[in-house]
T-cell receptor, first 115, second 115 residues
Framework: AQSVAQPEDQVNVAEGNPLTVKCTYSVSGNPYLFWYVQYPNRGLQFLLKYITGDNLVKGSYGFEAEFNKSQTSFHLKKPSALVSDSALYFCAVRDRAGGSYIPTFGRGTSLIVHP | GAGVSQSPSNKVTEKGKDVELRCDPISGHTALYWYRQRLGQGLEFLIYFQGNSAPDKSGLPSDRFSAERTGESVSTLTIQRTQQEDSAVYLC?????????????FGQGTRLTVV
């Protein structure tokens, strides 16, 4: 079975400060890992993914994430937050080798960036 | 089309009525997923299609829920005898053949309200 945990329901950060949104995962094999963002009344938009190779992945809008196999984590980061980054963020995992091709999503973390 | 399209965008129905939700995936995407997002909750997997077949229906919450896909394209999610707990946003996503490392692309969702 595969699962994702986003331990924080909400993250608050001041504009211009660095932000981190946490994600840990569990899979039986090796993971594909994804981050998505959801703005109000919208669907999910893809931000970035880890497939293989370099543990630091760069994505859209200045976001990046670091894959840490030993800690089974894939935290989302941005060096300098913008008010417009305020949204709901979802981490997702898919087991590369398992029989399920279905991405499993975390509960989501609400990011609030204060001016 | 350029993206995943869902219709209607909003649906208000009376308890006990049947509803049909439609998803038009990205052309050529053989994998299609339905998720449910209740207010303040994460994404709950409902069903997955590979082509016109549904190898995994494990997420359908009851026998009132069914889905089909035709022509390896359009999918319809049907909810019979709707209940108030069915109120949620229903999200559809598509991706290239399952097993690949690409991300899923989401539609805007259908907001279903059962009154």
């Amino acid at each position: 079975a595969q699962s994702v945990a986003q331990p924080e329901d909400q993250v608050n950060v001041a504009e211009g400060n660095p932000l981190t949104v946490k994600c840990t995962y569990s899979v039986s094999g090796n993971p594909y890992l994804f981050w998505y963002v959801q703005y109000p009344n919208r669907g999910l938009q893809f931000l970035l993914k880890y497939i293989t190779g370099d543990n630091l992945v760069k994505g859209s809008y200045g976001f990046e994430a670091e894959f840490n196999k030993s800690q089974t984590s894939f935290h989302l980061k941005k060096p300098s937050a913008l008010v417009s980054d305020s949204a709901l963020y979802f981490c997702a995992v898919r087991d590369r080798a398992g029989g399920s091709y279905i991405p499993t999503f975390g509960r989501g973390t609400s990011l609030i960036v204060h001016p | 089309g350029a993206g995943v399209s869902q219709s209607p965008s909003n649906k208000v129905t009376e308890k006990g009525k049947d509803v049909e939700l439609r998803c038009d995936p990205i052309s050529g995407h053989t994998a299609l997923y339905w998720y449910r997002q209740r207010l303040g909750q994460g994404l709950e997997f409902l069903i997955y299609f590979q082509g016109n077949s549904a190898p995994d229906k494990s997420g359908l919450p009851s026998d009132r829920f069914s889905a089909e896909r035709t022509g390896e394209s359009v999918s319809t999610l049907t909810i019979q005898r709707t209940q108030q707990e069915d109120s949620a946003v229903y999200l559809c996503a598509s991706s290239p053949p399952a097993g690949s490392n690409t991300e899923a692309f989401f539609g805007q969702g259908t907001r279903l309200t059962v009154v």
